[in-house]
DNA sequence: TTTCAATTGTGATCTTCATCACCGTCCAGG
DNA sequence: CCTGGACGGTGATGAAGATCACAATTGAAA
């Protein structure tokens, strides 16, 4: 399905020896749209890799509030699959996939082999737990101190990195922000006022730089 | 400085031939109470194991809020350090040791053969991983779903996990919690009508079950 | 013993945000 | 074309918690 070459380009730590044992076990899935990958409690007998589309990682409350920390996009892998696959242990995130996307499962078989015969997989393995545990620590400088403006502002800049029309309604926005729809809207009326957004009916443009 | 078998019983996932190589190399470190062990942005030259002891991980805020996180004690390790050592790379919390701790360093040139020839090494590692991002997500949970005075009940029941007697002051916990003094004094009041601590000056006894 | 700083208690007020109530707008399916 | 449900706007009210002001208590140092 894919060419070592290919690989490396999405997966930088990988080295050629690597990407070749993995281009010869992968095998794809492909989940569409709304599809969830990853439930809470779920196990899992396959890490996987990220080839294309965008997931979304949630918290789940126990009163059934959900509360977004990251997105997962091509090029990275899922820190909790890889781990839980690796341990067989079952994990306390729920995912999504919010376009199309594409993975590359490796079963959990050849967990072993990879992590004592490719030093590019337990560099890779490292890095993506790295990147995911400072993401949960940003998550939570956002809700331990800023106040839910800050926190909007920076929930619209990573939803706008890739699309500057985000397609979310404020009551979407206010459940991945654990808030409410009248808040989100108010404040999304003063970041219009302050000429960073225009709204619209379903979606809304995004006017700052990307990064 | 330690046997191969101390080594197993304080770490449960070493193995036997891990457990002796690690002896061949440990050298032990000892930090004074108060001392702070890990600052955000420094690197690290070295993995460390904790063998006696307490440490307090931290989050620090922009403006020098601090917020505590989780402990680690005898028998865990620094995520962190593992990683970063691994990686070279910086990290973005503070430690802080709260009693005389002792620990373990395993200097960074030992990392990739480790990591290759000794498998309870890495699972070691992806244990220490996993934990510590579950800690992340019930601090996360806890400051998205909770209000303070489930918060507080939280911390102090893990504070008083090894001692009963909790030696902080409101002042402190307001900090660690991110929150107020005022604020603090009320609900742990609120928690003495309703038999669960009593209030002492300079410190607070816990008088629920530990676990 | 006196004194001063750290700790704790308490009321008043303010800010942020959640919640409720209600209305207008848009648009897709009948 | 009409109409009901989803979406968005807005004011009123309430609760949690931050902040301010100040008093009372304690304990260690002088």
Avoid at 21 to 26: E, G, H, L, N
Avoid at 37 to 48: P, V
Avoid at 171 to 187: H, T, Y
Wanted: hydrophobic share 40%; aromatic share 12%; glycine share 4%.
């Amino acid at each position: 399905m894919y060419s070592p070459e290919q690989l490396m380009q999405m997966f930088p730590l990988f080295d050629r020896k690597l990407a070749e044992f993995i281009a010869s076990i992968a095998e794809t899935k492909t989940f569409s749209e709304g599809h969830i990958m990853m439930k809470t409690g779920q196990y899992f007998k396959a890490s996987m890799l990220i080839t294309k589309g965008k997931v979304k990682l949630y918290r789940e409350g126990e009163d059934g509030n959900e509360f977004f920390m990251y997105f997962l996009e091509a090029g990275s892998a899922c820190a909790l699959s890889m781990i839980c696959a690796t341990r067989n242990q079952s994990s306390q995130i729920m995912a999504i996939a919010v376009e199309e996307t594409e993975v590359i499962m490796i079963p959990i078989q050849y967990m072993d082999v990879l992590m004592t015969e490719y030093k590019g997989w337990y560099y890779f393995v490292l890095e993506t737990y790295r990147s995911r545990f400072e993401e949960l620590l940003i998550v939570i400088d956002n809700i331990a101190f800023k106040n839910m403006d800050e926190r909007l502002e920076w929930y619209l800049r990573n939803q706008a990195k890739h699309n500057k029309q985000i397609t979310l309604t404020h009551q979407q926005i206010a459940n991945d922000l654990s808030s409410s729809r009248e808040v989100i809207s108010r404040l999304l009326k003063k970041l219009e006022n302050r000429q960073m957004v225009v709204l619209h009916r379903n979606f809304i443009e995004w006017l700052e730089p990307l990064h």
